[in-house]
Structure formats: C-alpha cells, structure tokens
C-alpha cells in the first residue's frame, strides 16, 4: 500500500467517459455534468495512512470527497446523493476497488503503480475506462 501513498494528478487525454458513465447506470443530467467537469480540471487523488486504516481524497474542481478505509473491509459513503458501498483490497500489487453505487452496476477499479505513474482501470456492465496519474 506504501508506494499508492500521495498526491496523484489526472493526466489530460482525450478518453470519451460517457459509454462507461452510461454502462454504470449513470443518468445524462449526471454524465453531462461529469464530463464538463473531466474537460475543465485536473483530478487530484490522494491516498494517505490514517490511523489503522486509509483515507483516499478525490478533487476535481468545485467536487471534492473523501472516505476513510481499511484494506479488506468494507466501507460505505454518500456522494453526490448517492449511496456507495465497496471494498479495498491489495491482490499482486494492484490496489482493487470494488464498489456499488445503489441503482448502479458493480465496478472494480484497478490501480497499478510503475514509477511515478499510476494507472486507474475501472471497469461495468462489461465496459472499461483507463485513467493514467503522475505522483506530484
């Protein structure tokens, strides 16, 4: 879990989320509003050792959440009036997320680390979208 600890920045591509976003289950109001959002700022995530457990820390914009977990266990969160429920784990160095948003498909993100790079493959409904940070 060590070298996922800091502030990653979003890398600026040209990846279209709406054919993921619409896979999750996600409204057009909601994708309209995300995809604004991914055009007009960076992502900054951070991932920080916080007690016995973790706090991972999303930014982008005027949209900023954060949720405290532990590897292995389940957690939940609200966000942007939706109900989130998931789970951490660590599986040959890749940072697994396994979350479900109520009303929503399942989605697993997976996050490897090489160098100062960090990949985010997120995948639902059988569609998936890469997101590549750089340690800042």
Do not use: C
């Not at 054919?19 to 951070?46: C, Q, R, V, W």
């Not at 985010?120 to 059988?126: M, V």
Request: net charge negative; hydrophobic share 35%; charged share 30%.
């Amino acid at each position: 879990m060590e070298a996922f600890l800091g502030d990653w920045v979003s890398i600026r591509d040209e990846v279209d989320w709406t054919p993921f976003m619409k896979a999750s289950g996600m409204d057009d109001e909601k994708i309209e509003f995300y995809n604004k959002l991914d055009k007009e700022h960076d992502t900054i995530m951070t991932f920080a050792k916080e007690g016995d457990g973790y706090i991972f820390k999303s930014e982008s914009g005027p949209v900023k959440y954060s949720l405290n977990f532990q590897l292995g266990k389940p957690y939940e969160m609200t966000f942007d009036e939706m109900n989130i429920t998931g789970i951490f784990k660590l599986e040959n160095g890749a940072l697994i997320d396994e979350s479900k948003i109520s009303g929503n498909n399942a989605t697993v993100t997976s996050r490897t680390i090489s160098g100062d790079t960090m990949v985010a493959d997120s995948t639902t409904g059988g569609i998936t979208l890469s997101r590549s940070y750089k340690k800042k």
